[in-house]
């Protein structure tokens, strides 16, 4: 055996023996030595049947339908280019019975082997139940996977075979023109006698073998096998696939699923039919290009986090998850060997791809000089916003891609968000989770709590908290020109687990002579307190104590009351100037109302003012909770958003009447955008 490691998982590859058969296509030579599909030899053309339509196989028919099955069962050898090299029964099943929808078999790739030998090893790990696969566009998932939906109806008896995709259209089309369509191309020997319509639709159900052998006793197919089995389709629906037992599914461009079809769900339902008791009885494949992540690429993300084996010795979701880069097999830079052609081709390499791509598609000789990576980087080069995200989505390099760039909705920089997530995953900042106290009639303070609703980067220098001062007996705070607390509260007083949350930031104001440590969000409050009082004290508290003037959203006014019930009405913030239409400024709207208004002026600069923040700053946002949500952040629905309607707001806020400097200009990498780091080098610790 040897070992190889594919995607984190080490798989054992199995050595010829002396007794095993390997395929050397007839030649020594090295450089002959290539996978071809061969035909099915001639003493097929006629094949006698019964009465019932049952195959009647003689001797010589019988010999080569039995080492085919074998084969296809155990596996095969062959030479590739002077290499040994072995691919799984189902590898071999593909390549050598499975036509595709477009009327051709596949070619060999070394792309498809790793993938077939990952998918061998985890379907015999127990606590297994299958693999989550991204993929970049026109990767041959699908195919693949509705090849071992068939191979699951020939080859095991009661097998119960499901396939959804993300509209029923497309459901169904995946199984006429893929499932339907490749069945019926099968020979005898592998072709389980249909019970129903050979042109049905819906659902292919097969009784029982359709060979018998002439002046014989063997079988083309073990007499376990090819019994009570079924592939169907339906469409994605949450009790799609609820109950009874399902042997293999296929689920198809998940991140895709409709909206009343989380994915995240409809896997967890799936899942249950999976399994008897404590076995594992069945496993699913569940291919997918991933999408927008306010339509779908999130339910999808949720299943890919949770299929980690990088992460767990067993998953949370019992998968595992899978993805190449789009490089890797990419068409028109896979050489005669089946190898991907990834960097600059080898002299050989170019001839073969120049002869078989070149004219074929777009491709230029040019092209292909530069191998697959760089020419999918120059494709990159020339394109912009939503174009570069779109491309980056369908051609992803690594994971992070997958997602990051799944966002063409998202009104914010999706990449630079991005790149500052995976900043923040592989280097987290540390942040204080606490709750604020009053220890005196002026004086609050802080204490670390495991359930507090603040998480602080940055408290203000020694010396400067709590400060204040009275104008006409008002205490009002005394350094509302270094920052803000903008708030987005919600509607209803009781609080607890149930309903939106509350979001709040406290932001420095940017300036001019210190723009890195400057505009710089330093501390979150995201939550739901058991009251609404809990809420309305933990801001005034952080006002008292960073000496900061809060906004409120305006949806209610509770807020007012409370504040002014305790004296504390000084630490509220009118209207910024800068959020009210010009037209309609000095008409005593600034001057008599407290919090942020929620007129189309004020929401629209809101948005603004997020979308230039994300631009130019994204690199100060320390919070992972925000970026998630404003990579989710729908214009048109801004509940479930209640960190970024704070934190836009408090934008805003912090703006008003101050010099917002330019951005920085040593970009990290033309793709991902700019990433300085704050002179802040232990944020929770630090004053500033």
């Known amino acids: 055996m040897n070992i190889i490691e594919i995607y984190g998982s080490k798989i054992e590859i199995p050595t010829p023996t002396e007794n095993d058969f390997v395929e050397n296509w007839d030649t020594d030579i090295p450089s002959n030595q290539y996978w071809r599909k061969r035909l099915l030899p001639k003493i097929f053309d006629l094949v006698e049947y019964d009465k019932d339509s049952n195959a009647i196989l003689d001797q010589e028919q019988r010999k080569f339908a039995m080492e085919e099955v074998r084969r296809c069962k155990e596996g095969f050898f062959f030479m590739n280019n002077g290499e040994v090299t072995w691919i799984t029964g189902k590898n071999y099943f593909y390549l050598s019975y499975w036509k595709l929808e477009d009327d051709i078999y596949p070619d060999y790739r070394n792309l498809d082997r790793k993938y077939f030998l990952f998918l061998n090893h985890w379907e015999n790990v127990p606590s297994c139940l299958g693999i989550v696969i991204g993929k970049k566009r026109r990767q041959g998932a699908t195919s693949v996977a509705t090849s071992n939906l068939v191979y699951e109806c020939i080859f095991y008896k009661n097998s119960f075979c499901g396939l959804t995709s993300k509209t029923q259209i497309d459901a169904k089309t995946a199984f006429t023109n893929m499932i339907a369509f490749g069945y019926r191309q099968l020979p005898v020997f592998l072709k389980p006698k249909q019970l129903n319509n050979k042109d049905s639709v819906s659902e292919l159900v097969f009784a029982h073998k359709t060979v018998e052998v002439k002046a014989g006793k063997a079988s083309a197919i073990d007499s376990d096998t090819g019994h009570r089995s079924k592939v169907d389709y339906r469409a994605p629906s949450l009790n799609a696939y609820d109950s009874g037992r399902l042997s293999r599914g296929l689920f198809d461009e998940g991140s895709k699923f409709p909206r009343e079809v989380p994915f995240s769900t409809f896997i967890s339902i799936v899942s249950k039919t999976l399994v008897k008791g404590a076995q594992k009885v069945g496993f699913i494949e569940c291919p997918s290009t991933t999408n927008s992540m306010v339509n779908g690429g999130a339910e999808f ?388």
Not at 369 to 377: I, P, Q
Not at 527 to 552: D, N, V, W
Not at 589 to 609: C, I, Q, S, V, W
């Open 301 to 688: 993300k949720k299943v890919w986090d949770n299929a980690n084996q990088f992460k767990y010795e067993r998953t949370p979701n019992r998968l595992v998850k899978y993805m190449t880069p789009a490089y890797d097999g990419y068409m028109g830079f896979i050489g005669r060997y089946g190898e991907s052609v990834i960097n600059e081709p080898t002299p050989e390499q170019f001839k073969y791809l120049v002869e078989n791509f070149v004219g074929a598609g777009d491709l230029t000789e040019d092209d292909i000089r530069l191998g697959a990576k760089k020419y999918l980087e120059l494709r990159r080069s020339d394109l912009k916003g939503a174009d570069l995200e779109e491309e980056i989505r369908m051609n992803p390099f690594n994971e992070d891609e997958m997602f990051m760039s799944a966002n063409t909705d998202c009104p914010f920089n999706s990449l630079k968000l991005g790149a500052q997530k995976k900043y923040l995953d592989d280097n987290p900042p540390y942040l204080r989770t606490v709750t604020f106290y009053r220890k005196s009639e002026d004086e609050i303070a802080w204490r670390d709590d495991k359930d507090g609703f603040w998480k602080i980067l940055a408290f203000p220098k020694e010396g400067e908290e709590n400060k204040y001062k009275y104008e006409v007996k008002l205490k009002k705070p005394d350094r509302i020109k270094d920052g803000v607390i903008s708030v987005d509260s919600y509607s209803n007083n009781q609080g607890g687990q149930f309903g939106s949350k509350a979001g709040a930031y406290i932001i420095r104001k940017f300036d001019s002579l210190d723009p890195e440590n400057t505009g710089l969000p330093v501390a979150q409050f995201y939550g739901r307190p058991t009251e609404k009082s809990g809420l309305h004290g933990q801001i005034m508290l952080a006002a008292e104590y960073y000496g900061f003037l809060c906004s409120f959203e305006m949806v209610s006014d509770d807020y007012f009351s409370f504040f002014k019930e305790r004296g504390k009405i000084g630490y509220l913030m009118r209207f910024p100037e800068n959020s009210i239409d010009p037209i309609k400024r000095g008409k005593d709207t600034y001057e008599r109302h407290y919090g942020y208004p929620t007129t189309p002026f004020a929401l629209t600069k809101a948005l603004d003012e997020g979308i230039s923040y994300v631009e130019h700053f994204c690199h100060k946002i320390y919070f992972i909770e925000l970026i998630e949500q404003m990579l989710l952040f729908d214009a048109n629905n801004r509940t479930k958003s209640d960190l970024v309607v704070a934190f836009i707001n408090g934008l805003v806020c912090a703006s008003q009447t101050v010099y917002l400097p330019k951005p920085p200009k040593d970009p990290l990498i033309k793709v991902y955008g700019e990433r300085k780091n704050s002179n802040i080098t232990n944020p929770a610790h630090a004053d500033y």
